[in-house]
């Protein structure tokens, strides 16, 4: 079975640019959720979104964007990167249309060092 | 979305059922109880979900308290495998962000 995409798995940048992570739900899904988890931590809530429309905001930095595309996928862009940046970014997916039962459907993340 | 606590670590015999407990006494009537695991980095899993009935799957059994102020994941023969960090989550359905507690870490051991 098809499963959520994120590109690329690992990603090294400098302190101060810009890096852009990118998420292909699983087909048919409208949702999608953006997290990030620093070392030792555990997965934090930065942004969703419902039919290419920002759904939910959470503790996501002014420094960052995203948006969903018509194809539904989804961009999360960094910009002025930080040291305190790097950790693993995870997207997840789901179906609202499934009895609103909200089962995301996690990627395997983008692990992104800033040096 | 509804707090969870969990106990930090939990050891298993291979072959044994592992019994995960999660307190959420301040759950909304209209929360959802998921459960996902993480192994090792990689993205969290999705195991099962409940309202307010048992649940079974392939892969594990939900026991939800009357009061559905506590529940708990019920893995019947835990494999070294299932070593994981496993997160206990409360939230509504619907496009809902999740909220991610300090899960319990499960050590399986042979």
């Known amino acids: 079975a098809a499963g959520v995409i994120q590109s690329p798995r690992h990603l090294i940048k400098e302190k101060r640019e810009t890096a852009t992570l990118k998420c292909y739900p699983i087909?048919?899904?409208?949702?999608v959720y953006w997290y990030q988890q620093g070392p030792g931590q555990d997965p934090q809530f930065l942004i969703s979104f419902y039919e290419k429309m920002q759904s939910d905001k959470g503790s996501i930095p002014d420094r960052f964007s995203a948006q969903q595309f018509s194809d539904y996928h989804s961009e999360l862009n960094m910009s002025s990167l930080e040291l305190g940046d790097s950790a693993l970014y995870f997207c997840a997916s789901s179906w609202l249309a499934v009895l609103a039962k909200n089962i995301q459907y996690f990627g395997a993340g983008t692990r992104l060092s800033v040096l | 979305d509804a707090k969870t606590t969990q106990p930090p670590s939990m050891d298993c015999a291979e072959g044994r059922a592992a019994n995960l407990p999660c307190n959420h006494s301040t759950i909304s009537g209209n929360e959802y109880v998921y459960w996902y695991r993480q192994i090792h980095s990689q993205g969290p899993q999705y195991i099962i979900h409940g309202l307010k009935n048992n649940e079974t799957n392939e892969m594990a059994s939900l026991i939800i308290t009357e009061d559905r102020k506590s529940s708990t994941l019920i893995l019947p023969h835990a494999t070294l495998r299932d070593t994981a960090v496993y997160y206990c989550i409360g939230a509504l359905g619907g496009f809902n962000k999740f909220y991610f507690g300090s899960g319990t870490k499960l050590n399986v051991k042979p």
């Open positions: 087909p048919r899904h409208d949702t």
